[in-house]
């Protein structure tokens, strides 16, 4: 303490970085309200290099600042974007776990899981489909699976409505656009594979969610490659609902 107090009336709070690694619970906010308090803005971890952007992209299009849930007991199908499902994805036990109970643990009712990475990962390899694709070009795949269930009908206009804004105007930019040869010439994914996993994603038989990992959100475009995948949740309604993304509810610390 009497370093730290040295420092900050000596050369001033902000000479002093703070850098954490992958925080546990509320450790981050605990050091977060130690580095305001101190006064430095240099409280670094590792979202600070690139995979912060699963978080910055539920912020921007969900207006949720935190890493999503994601309701495993009761999803149907499952899309992953470069998320390593079996191997390193958050919370690791849990969600292997819950792919195996996908495939095996509810008697007449085995989930689909598709695995969308340019490597033939383990995931990949324990998947029902694996959809090998031009790294870094996932937001294009996205898209296109938008474009065919909005142009085929498929999407939930009411939640859209209720819930969206802008829809129109992006639904009009997907429309005019993407094509399904712009997309494929850019992936390297058939158009008809695009057009089944869209409609497979958008059955309205089944509870479903695309979810996205380092592998499509740690590029240059990682955050669009994010968003355009978080966009697909919405666009069939599967936010705050059954077998679809959830957003975590943390304990609330005690005020200042």
Same mark, same amino acid.
């Given at each position: ?11 001033g709070p902000h000479t002093v970085a703070i850098l954490g690694g992958r925080y546990r619970g509320h450790m981050q906010e605990l050091f977060r309200r130690f ?45 992953? @974007?470069? %998320?390593?499902?079996?191997? /390193? +994805? ?7 776990? &819950?792919?195996? =109970? ?98 497979? @994603?958008? %059955?309205?038989?089944?509870? /479903? +969610? ?7 959100? &740690?590029?240059? =475009? ?35």
């Open positions: 303490a009497a370093r730290l107090k040295h420092i900050r009336q000596e050369q580095a305001r308090s101190y006064g430095t803005p240099n409280e670094v971890d590792s979202g600070s290099i690139g995979s912060g952007n699963s978080t910055l992209a539920a912020y921007l299009t969900q207006g949720v600042p935190d890493y999503l849930a994601y309701d495993w007991q009761n999803a149907d199908y499952v899309i992953s @974007f470069g %998320a390593s499902l079996i191997e /390193s +994805f958050r919370p690791t036990v849990f969600v292997q776990r &819950m792919v195996a =109970n996908m495939r095996r643990g509810r008697p007449g009712r085995r989930g689909k899981i598709v695995t969308v990475d340019p490597r033939y990962s383990v995931t990949a390899s324990k998947s029902d489909e694996w959809v090998p694709i031009r790294p870094g070009t996932d937001a294009a795949l996205a898209l296109g699976m938008a474009a065919v269930i909005v142009r085929e009908g498929l999407h939930d206009q009411r939640f859209l409505e209720a819930h969206t804004a802008g829809f129109e105007e992006w639904k009009k930019s997907v429309l005019d656009e993407i094509s399904l040869d712009f997309v494929s010439e850019q992936t390297g994914v058939r158009a008809d594979v695009i057009e089944h996993l869209a409609r497979e @994603f958008a %059955a309205k038989d089944r509870h /479903s +969610f695309a979810v996205a990992g380092r592998g499509a959100g &740690m590029h240059t =475009n990682g955050l669009y490659n994010l968003m355009a995948i978080h966009c697909l949740n919405a666009l069939v309604g599967n936010l705050d609902s059954p077998g679809g993304v959830l957003v975590q509810e943390h304990p609330a610390f005690t005020d200042w």
